[in-house]
C-alpha cells in the first residue's frame, strides 16, 4: 500500500421506519455479536471493470445503498442491556469507502485488506454493513473488498448485490427491485402460515436431535482440542463433467449429488452408516425469497442413512431429505438452543456439529467465474492456511458448473494433513466413478481408499453414537468426585453401578451432576465438588465430551459397587438443562 483516504457517500433512500428482527436476522445477531468476527463475517472481491472510474464506484454503491433496505438498516441495543430486538431502516444517511492505492498486485491487495478487515467486529446498532476499500493502480480502480455483516446479507444475498454492482458500474439502469424488504419477512414469519412453519421446524429438530447420532465422528484420536483444521482447496474440471453426466442418468441436482458424496464420505470415515449434517445457505426454497436481499441464515439439520446398495440410491435418498431439511429451516434460533440444551440433558448426550456443508455455488455470480483459468492440473490442490472452525469436518462448495471448486477444513485431530487431501480426492473419484456405472456402497473404500479411524479399546454403538466406555468412566469419576463405579450393559442400555458414601446420592443427583460436566457448568455445590467449587469441566473426550454418554441407568450401592443398592433410576426426570 502506498497512500489511503476516506471518501463519504451520502445517500437517500424511498423508505425508512422499525420494526422487529426476522427470524435470520435474529439469529445472525446472535453470532454477529457473540462469535469471532472473522468466523461471522464475509469478505469478497468484487470486480471492477476496466476503465471504472471512482465517480462511477461511488455512484453504483450510492445506488445499492438506497435501493436496499438490509443496507440502511441498524440493530440498536435495548436501554437494559441485552441484544437488539428491533431493526430500524435509516431513510438518509453516510457511509464512508476507503481508496488505496497500490503498487502491487491489486487481487493481492484486495484479498489481505479483506482478511484484516473480516476480523474487526461490525459495530450493528451505528455501522453500514459494508466495510469498503478501493484498490487503485497509478489512480486507476482495479478492485473493491467488500466486508459483508452476516446480520444484513447471506450468501445469496451477497451474490444479489455484486450482480447489481457490475450492472450499475458499468452504466446500466435497473428495474425498481421486487424482492420483499427484511420488514416485510419478519411480518410474513410472525402470520398464522409464518408461525405454523416455525412449529414445523422445531418439530424436524426435535426428532433428529431426540434419536440420531449426538455426535459423528468417534475417534482414539479426539481429545481436547484448539479447534484448528488443515484447509485445502480443489479444482476439477473432470469432476464437474462426471457431475453433468451423473445428474442426467439420474435427473438429480448437482448438489444433491454433492452432498451423497460428502456424506458416504465422512459415514466411512466414521465407521458408521447414519450422519447427521448440518447444512448452510440451504433455506431459500420459498419463491419469495428469491431476490430477497437480507439474511435467511438458519442451519437445515439433514439426517441420512448411508446404508443402502449403492451410490445411486443414496443420491435419491439425500435428494428427499435434503428437501424435508430445508423445509424445516427457519425458526427462532432461541428455541432451537433450548431443544438442543434440554433434549441433551435428558439423553445426557451434547449435541455436537461434526458435519457441516456450506453449498454457495449457486450464490456466486456467474461474472466472478468467467476469467477463472483452468486449473494446470487435475485435480488441483492448493493448502490453505491452517485456521479455527467451529466443528470437526466442514465442506464449502463454490463451484459446480465447468469446473468443481471445494474447500474442505478438516479437524487436525482426525486427519492429517495427507487424509485431508485424501478424503477430498477420494470425494470426487467417487463421482467421477459414479458417472461411469452404479458404484455399490460396499466398494466405496477400496475406490476411494477411505477406512474408517482407530478405535482401540472399548467401543460400543450405543443411542445411535459410537462410545467410548474409558470415557464414561472418566466422566463419571470427574462429575462424581472420583467415587468407585462398574459398567454394565443390558440391551444395548449403559447401566451404571456407583458406590456411596457418607453423602448419599439419587439417581437424579448423579445425572445432574453428569449433565453439568457434559454442558460445561460452573458447579459450585454439586455433589462431588466442594462447595464453592468454579471450575469450569472439560474432558479428554474433546471439547464437547463427543465420545460419550450419560448411563441410561443408575444404580447406587452403599459402599462398594455392587453393595446393598440404596436407590436406582434413569435419573432423567425433571433435569435441568
Known sequence: MIESRRVAIAYHGQSSGSGPLSLGQDNMMRCTIENEPADINKQGSWPVPDGTSLDQVISALRTLAERHEALRTVYPYPDGGGRPVEQVVLGEGEFGIDVVETDRDPLIEVDEIGRRNRAIRFDVAREFPLRLTLVTVD????????????????????????????????????????????????????SPAGLRRTKSSLQHWERILSTGPHAIFADARLGPSDGTHTSLVIHSVRAAEALEAVSARLSA????????AYAAMAALQAGRDDVVIAALSANRHRRSLVEYVGTVAQDALIALSTDT?????????AGAAGMTAYWHSSFDSAEIWRLIDEIGARRGARFARHLV??????????ALLRDIPAPPEDPHVIPL??????????????????????????????????????????????????????????????LTGIEPGPRPGEWRLLDSAWVDLAAVRELLATALDKRPVDLEESDGRLIAHIGDDDRPLTPREVHEALVDVLFHRRRGGAPGL????????????????????????????????????????????????
Not at 441436482?253 to 451423497?260: D, E, K, N, P, R
Not at 446398495?309 to 435418498?317: K, M, N
Not at 485424501?422 to 477400496?446: H, M, N, Q
Request: hydrophobic share 40%; charged share 20%; with cysteine.
Open 385 to 446: 492456511p491452517v485456521e479455527p472452525i467451529p466443528t470437526r469436518l466442514m465442506l464449502n462448495v463454490w463451484r459446480l458448473r465447468g469446473c468443481v471448486s471445494i474447500t474442505l477444513h478438516a479437524d487436525r485431530q482426525l486427519f492429517t494433513e495427507q487424509e485431508a487431501e485424501d478424503f477430498a480426492r477420494g470425494l470426487l473419484r467417487l463421482i467421477e466413478e459414479a458417472a461411469e456405472r452404479t458404484v455399490p456402497i460396499a466398494e466405496i473404500s477400496a
Open 309 to 317: 446398495p449403492d451410490f445411486d440410491e443414496l443420491i435419491g435418498r
Open 139 to 190: 489512480g486507476v480502480p482495479k478492485g473493491l473488498s467488500a466486508v459483508i455483516c452476516h446480520a444484513a446479507a447471506d450468501g445469496a444475498a451477497t451474490a444479489f448485490l455484486v450482480t447489481e454492482w457490475l450492472e450499475l458500474v458499468s452504466g446500466r439502469t435497473l428495474p425498481p427491485h421486487t424482492g420483499p424488504t427484511p420488514r416485510q419477512v419478519a411480518l410474513d414469519e410472525r
Open 530 to 577: 466442594a462447595a464453592g467449587d468454579e471450575k469450569v469441566l472439560v474432558g479428554s473426550s474433546g471439547s464437547g465430551w463427543e465420545t460419550t454418554i450419560a448411563p441410561h441407568h443408575y444404580v447406587i450401592h452403599r459402599g462398594a459397587p455392587h453393595g446393598p443398592v440404596v436407590a436406582e433410576g434413569a435419573g432423567r426426570d425433571e433435569v435441568q438443562s
Open 253 to 260: 441436482s448437482t448438489s444433491t449429488i454433492i452432498m451423497a
Open 357 to 366: 456443508l456450506n453449498d454457495l455455488s449457486t450464490t456466486v455470480p456467474d
